[in-house]
């Protein structure tokens, strides 16, 4: 029983390191986005956030980018705040869901979505915007209130 603790201890320590989280036997995280989109608007209809490990990327888009130019930012990112959105992931259940819930941006109501690129692929599913989404929980959350605490004026 004893050298069963030891190896569990000895494999918690190592392994307990290593910033970015295995999601699958192979799969790496490599980015989450979250993002709105709104395709009936004039102005900046895109928001994105792009979280890795070492960065968020912000950008607003437009479907008119000659009056509307990719608008960026970027921040520096904790590995606090990397390994909490990491943590919220729970892949086996994300790769599962369908691509859309809802009815995304009908009648422009705006659509939400949620991007995870690992190592092996990209899942994104969408659903409409600001609207409850249990099979997408606890990430959503985490996702937006990020987004509340960096984009401060949305």
């Not at 008119?64 to 606090?80: G, L, T, V, W």
């Not at 990397?82 to 009908?106: M, Q, R, T, V």
Request: hydrophobic share 35%.
């Amino acid at each position: 029983m004893k050298i069963f603790l030891f190896v569990a201890l000895s494999a918690s320590i190592l392994f307990g390191c290593n910033t970015s989280k295995p999601v699958a036997s192979n799969d790496q995280v490599i980015s989450v986005m979250h993002g709105t989109n709104f395709g009936h608007c004039r102005g900046y209809c895109r928001k994105e956030l792009i979280f890795t490990e070492k960065q968020v990327n912000y950008v607003e888009s437009s479907v008119d980018s000659d009056r509307n130019p990719a608008k960026k930012e970027s921040f520096d990112i904790s590995a606090a705040r990397w390994k909490s959105i990491l943590d919220k992931i729970d892949w086996n259940s994300f790769k599962g869901l369908e691509e859309s819930y809802g009815c995304p941006d009908c009648a422009d109501g705006g659509s939400e979505y949620i991007e995870i690129t690992t190592s092996n692929g990209t899942k994104r599913v969408t659903i409409e915007f600001n609207k409850e989404a249990s099979q997408l929980e606890p990430l959503l959350s985490e996702l937006r209130a990020q987004r509340k605490e960096l984009l401060k004026s949305e």
